[in-house]
């Protein structure tokens, strides 16, 4: 079966463009899947929103089909510019760090852009490298500060309404690994993103944008998107979890920007195998 040709077949069938919810008969699985490929169709695809739900719907009860899409998914991603790892693996890899991003509050209704690394954009409260929603701004970011001293709390305010995020990293105090990338690049190959929250509402943090983003101190200035949903593969079933098997390159001017859900209390895991690093000279 070509892929692509039953996906044009399906595509020009009658469908009622509206949202409605997913089929009740679908398994909690089944649901997971079909909010994954109803991402890809809509974001991809370029299919209507409700056009890609139904689709969705039809393509996850036939298993056959479902893994012939998901393997579609894993290479679209690849050809945006997603490029895999090649024969790392973590025996022989030299490093590893897992940082935890926690939205502590949903005040604010809406996706928080929440930067990670950017060692030279912090300076200025990543505003150089982040598109807030509007009417929302960074009002506070605390690096290190006492009685948190291995945290990064970042509060976003939207008139009344204040949220804050923390970010920590397992292995090490996370404003001194910030510190530490100034003076040094690294490379990361094979990543793992998960979530604590695998509910419903939880596991639709799997679609929200996640870009990388090189400015340099001259004005360049270069994003790409991490592609989540096209990354996971068919034989992937692990519920709130996507291995992500590519390789970035970090410096002082990489920025990672994860749009996150309002959720309070959800959590997001990055963990990252390092297969090189190198001290940049002074």
């Known amino acids: 079966m070509n892929i692509d040709s039953y996906l044009n077949d399906l595509a020009g069938e009658s469908y009622d463009n509206t949202l409605g919810n997913y089929d009740a008969t679908l398994s909690n699985e089944q649901s997971f899947d079909a909010l994954e490929v109803e991402n890809y169709f809509y974001t991809a695809k370029r299919k209507p929103r409700g056009v890609a739900r139904q689709m969705a719907e039809r393509v996850v009860r036939q298993p056959g089909v479902l893994n012939k899409v998901k393997e579609s998914m894993r290479q679209d991603g690849y050809r945006a510019g997603f490029e895999p790892s090649g024969a790392a693996v973590g025996q022989g890899l030299s490093a590893q760090f897992d940082i935890q991003i926690t939205r502590l509050t949903a005040n604010i209704n809406q996706d928080l852009p929440v930067p990670l690394f950017g060692a030279y954009d912090i300076a200025s409260k990543y505003n150089g490298v982040l598109t807030q929603p509007s009417g929302v701004a960074i009002t506070r970011l605390d690096v290190g500060v006492i009685g948190n001293e291995t945290e990064v709390i970042i509060q976003y305010t939207s008139g009344a309404l204040s949220d804050d995020v923390v970010i920590t990293i397992s292995q090490y105090d996370y404003p001194s690994f910030l510190q530490a990338v100034l003076a040094s690049r690294f ?51 692990q519920n709130g979890i996507v291995d992500i098997l590519g390789t970035f390159n970090i410096t002082a001017q990489s920025t990672w920007v994860l749009a996150f859900q309002p959720n309070a209390g959800q959590q997001v895991t990055i963990s990252a195998f390092v297969s090189a690093s190198t001290k940049v000279a002074a």
């Open 187 to 237: 490379t990361v190959s094979n990543a793992r993103y998960s979530v604590s929250d695998t509910s419903a509402l939880g596991i639709q943090q799997l679609t929200k944008p996640f870009n990388t983003i090189e400015r340099s101190m001259f004005g360049a200035y270069v994003q790409n998107n991490i592609p989540l949903s096209s990354s996971k593969s068919p034989f992937q079933f």
